[in-house]
């Protein structure tokens, strides 16, 4: 009968051991610190990755093997878009490997939002003159007020 136990109990830590994760080995990603900037300051901005704050300010994300963007929106400019990338730099014995960003600080120059030109009516066409019902003739006089002399006036 204790055979049997021992069996089951060695069993079962067996067992156990083969739901065990290597994953827990594993360590979490390093982490970078990221400076946001835009002209204006004061802008929203969201890393791809997840964190972001209004600018000027510092983010740390994950320094994962792609690059990644981040996206900067204030009222009354153009949203604007800037990629980043990571770049890892193997350590050897006397230097420990590093994690940088190019750009760091990412900066983004915002342009103002053009106001939408405003809607305009159509243009209707004046109504024409109603035209002199007949020529008038050769000897008549000219019209009152007008600042041609007349052609005929010393002919007769």
Known sequence: MRRVIAIALAGASLGGCSSMSW???KSAPPTVQVRLE?????????TSLGPGC??????????LDAPFTVAFALPKYQPASVPVN???NPGDFTTPASVTTDP?????ELQPATPPKPVRKPHRPK???PAATAAAPADAAPAAGSPFPDPNAGKR
């Open 54 to 63: 209004k600018t000027p300010c510092s983010v740390s994300v994950p320094a």
């Open 86 to 88: 990571v770049i890892k």
């Open 23 to 25: 994953d827990m080995f």
């Open 38 to 46: 835009s002209n204006p300051p004061g802008a929203d901005a969201t």
């Open 104 to 108: 760091n600080p990412v900066f983004a």
């Open 127 to 129: 109504k024409p003159k």
